[in-house]
C-alpha cells in the first residue's frame, strides 16, 4: 500500500507541477485563473502526503517541494503582488 500510495502522491504532484505552469502562462497571457481551484488541489495533495507512511514521506517530501515552488512562482506572476 506505501509504494503505490508514494507513487500517487508523487505523480498529483507533478500533475499539479503541469497544472500550475499551465495557470502561468495563463497569467501572462492577461488571463484570469481560479486560485480556488488550484487551493483544493494543493489541499488534497497535502492531505494525502500526511497519510502516507512516516518511511514514506521524506520520499515524498521532494515532489512537494517542487509544487511549491510552482505556487510561488505563479503567486508572483499574478497582477497586484507586492513583493515584500
Known sequence: ???????AVQASAESLR??????QALVHSGRQIDMAGL?????????AALALPRACRGEARQALRAVQAG???????????QES
Open 1 to 7: 500500500m506505501s509504494l503505490t500510495s508514494l507513487q
Open 18 to 23: 503541469s497544472t500550475l505552469a499551465v495557470a
Open 39 to 47: 487551493e483544493r488541489e494543493v489541499a488534497v495533495l497535502c492531505a
Open 71 to 81: 505556487l510561488e512562482m505563479l503567486l508572483t506572476t499574478l497582477p497586484g503582488r
